[in-house]
């Protein structure tokens, strides 16, 4: 019997939560590292095939009937909005598809409006507001443009625009009990949308003027009267929170001296409320996000220095829940420490502060990577991203590299295993290079002649072997869009897939430990002789590190054609197929110097030996460290 399209699209459901359970095995059920490699060996074989069937369920179902300009017939209407509350759990990351929601959105508005329909017209449109600031949250990770954000913000305000016109007296007298709370949600909600990461002065005005207008609606008798079903204790909860929110980071959006005022009073009448009814007020917000809250708009209105301020965010930080991690458990494990650490503002911390966020680092690394399969890895994505932004790196403590590889680690296995293997086989090819060709690593570490290179051969071996662990860093902003296996990636996707190599340029140069690879995490996409691969403004010529580049390179290609785990995209390749294809790019894609080396018998011994033991070897370590941090 055919399957209807509502089964269809349940089916891809299902196929995406399978799909994360299997490239994320639980170390736990495991009894040895060559178990862990070999399930997810398996486990990504069997990922291609519910890809496969994916991917044909969207081309030949979904996709047309997005596309096509046909009005929808109940049952399709509701079998997508049962798809889009799938796709959208916060609390269950391998179901979120958020470029794919917001096409099912946008089809559905088109649809809502070419038909006369209120109550349809005011769910596409909080839908479109939805779908919109998701996309808003996941391109904020990448800060090297506020461009990104901006066309989804600006379609999620166009919606909200629409949506709150409902709240007309008149014309929110006719709407349905449904559309009424949905509206009156919209108008709390939709002002997430202002939250983008390079806030201006009007965004934050409108932002904090839309908050209160909201607020303000529980104060109008008309409101409540006609929504006796409505929720308004947690509307008023809710509303008051957000202004608190809006201080978030450090005030990274830039609420003036005056605007903090406003939001210190806001807290307090929150916390007030809150304590009116202390149950009903902690089932919406915990008492530990309470206290942040009146900590961080205490100090950001000149109620209490820093020094008070950093003790409060301390106290908080010990009471929280380990070993948790829903929604509040993430903030306070994660949040909190962030929140410590921008209060820096780029001064250097003194010794008492430096054993501060040593014992801060060591927490949030341990919470991620003990966090199951399953958990808010969401949240835990976006805290980490601000973690990695405002970074500061200890003297003789935790570095940047350590941080970035442990965050790795947690949030998605391949990527740290492919990361190790491309350091050590750059180690490889730069130790056979300098024997070979030490001319080309003049310049590198003010080497000035062949007998310096000689001379400083462990050091840039060591160099080529950290720029091979870091060089992929700027992946870390991405993971999500990474974890999508179930479906060929959008043109959109692709294009921030494009912005990793600039992500990890500008977090490397950041700090001492990592700034000279930089360069390496810059062009390692971009093909030798400058005709081809990403980012094409990337020049390497006269760059000291251009042998880097070009070992790095290589190394990447080496590991990526030749492994199953991590990509249900394509096959993996043996190590002498991926050697032609060098061969055949020699010249063109890749450094005819690097891609020689390979007509070396004892270079293709070692590089296949990285490629089959060294990988084992690899996988058993990710595992050990795994379940050690997990006893």
């Known amino acids: 019997m055919e399957q209807s399209f509502r089964e269809k699209l349940e089916e891809f459901i299902t196929g995406n939560s399978d799909i994360r359970e299997l490239s994320m095995p639980q170390i736990q059920s495991m009894h040895s590292a060559d178990d862990y490699r ?65 096409k099912v959105a946008d089809r559905l508005l088109q649809d809502a409006r070419a038909k006369e329909d209120t109550d349809y017209l005011v ?27 901006k066309p989804h913000q600006k379609e999620g305000l166009a919606a909200a625009e629409e949506l709150l016109a409902f709240l007309n007296k008149d014309t929110f007298a006719g709407l349905s009990e449904n559309s009424r709370n949905t509206v ?27 908050l209160r207008k909201s607020y303000d609606l529980s104060e109008d008798p008309f409101y409540p009267n006609l929504t006796p079903g409505y929720d308004w204790y947690y509307h008023k909860i ?47 917000i915990s008492e530990s996000e309470l206290k942040l809250y009146i900590a961080r708009s205490s100090y950001y209105a000149e109620k209490i220095n820093l020094a008070e301020y950093r003790e409060k965010l301390l106290e908080i930080y010990e009471a929280r829940t380990v070993g948790a991690y829903d929604d509040v458990a993430v903030r306070m494990n994660l949040m909190i420490p962030l929140e410590y650490l921008v209060t820096f503002g780029g001064d250097k911390p003194g010794e008492r502060e430096y054993d501060t966020l040593e014992y801060l680092y060591r927490g949030i690394t341990s919470y991620a990577l003990n966090a ?38 947690a949030l998605h296995q391949p990527t740290y295993v492919h990361s190790l293997l491309v350091a050590k086989l750059s180690r490889c090819l730069c130790t056979y290079m300098i024997e ?15 007998g310096d290179v000689r001379a400083k051969k462990n050091l840039i071996i060591s ?28 043109d959109s996707e692709f294009e921030l897939l494009r912005l990793h190599p600039v992500m990890g340029a500008e977090m490397l140069s950041r700090y001492p430990s990592t700034d000279k690879f930089a360069n390496v995490a810059w062009g390692h996409h971009r093909w030798y002789n400058h005709q081809g ?50 061969a055949a790019g020699s010249g063109t894609r890749y450094a005819p110097y690097i891609v020689n080396l390979f007509v070396r018998e004892d270079v293709r011994k070692d590089v296949i030996y990285l490629l089959q033991e060294g990988r084992r070897q690899n996988y058993r370590n990710t595992y050990v460290r795994l379940r050690d941090v997990r006893k």
């Open 38 to 102: 070999g399930l997810l060996q398996e486990n990504f074989l069997k990922i291609g095939e519910i890809a496969a069937r994916n991917r044909a369920m969207l081309a030949e179902t979904l996709y047309p009937m997005l596309d096509s300009g046909e009005k929808l017939t109940d049952d399709q209407i509701e079998a997508l909005e049962a798809f889009t509350g799938s796709i959208t759990d916060p609390g269950k990351f391998e179901n979120i598809d958020l470029t794919l929601l917001d």
């Open 123 to 149: 769910n596409q449109l909080f839908l479109k507001i939805v779908s919109s600031y998701a996309l808003v949250a996941q391109v904020n990770r990448l800060f090297v443009s506020d461009d990104l954000s």
């Open 184 to 210: 009156l949600e919209g108008s709390r909600y939709y002002t997430a949308l202002y939250e983008t990461t390079y806030a201006d002065e009007e965004s934050s005005t409108a932002n904090l003027e839309a």
């Open 238 to 284: 809710r509303t008051l929170s957000s202004m608190a929110d809006c201080l978030e980071c450090g005030n990274i959006h830039g609420f003036s001296a005056e605007q903090c005022e406003k939001i210190y009073s806001a807290t307090q009448r929150l916390e007030k409320l809150w304590k009116e009814n202390v149950a009903q007020g902690a089932s919406h």
């Open 372 to 409: 199951p399969t399953g958990a808010d890895h969401p949240q835990i994505l976006n805290c980490f991203a601000r973690i990695l932004d405002f970074f500061i790196e200890i003297p003789g403590g935790m570095t940047f590299e350590e941080l970035g590889l442990d965050c790795m680690a």
């Open 436 to 450: 070979e060709h030490p001319e080309y690593f003049l310049g590198l570490e003010d080497c000035e002649t062949i």
């Open 463 to 490: 160099d080529a072997f950290h720029a091979g662990l870091c060089y992929d860093f700027g992946k870390l902003m991405m993971i999500d869009t990474i974890h999508i296996y179930g479906r060929g990636l959008f």
């Open 533 to 582: 691969g990403y980012p094409e403004e990337f020049d390497a010529v006269g760059l000291p590190e251009r042998v880097l580049i070009d070992i790095v390179a290589v190394a990447d290609c080496l590991d990526a054609a030749t492994e199953s785990v991590g990509r249900s995209y394509s096959k993996s390749k043996s190590a002498e197929d991926v050697i032609g294809e060098l």
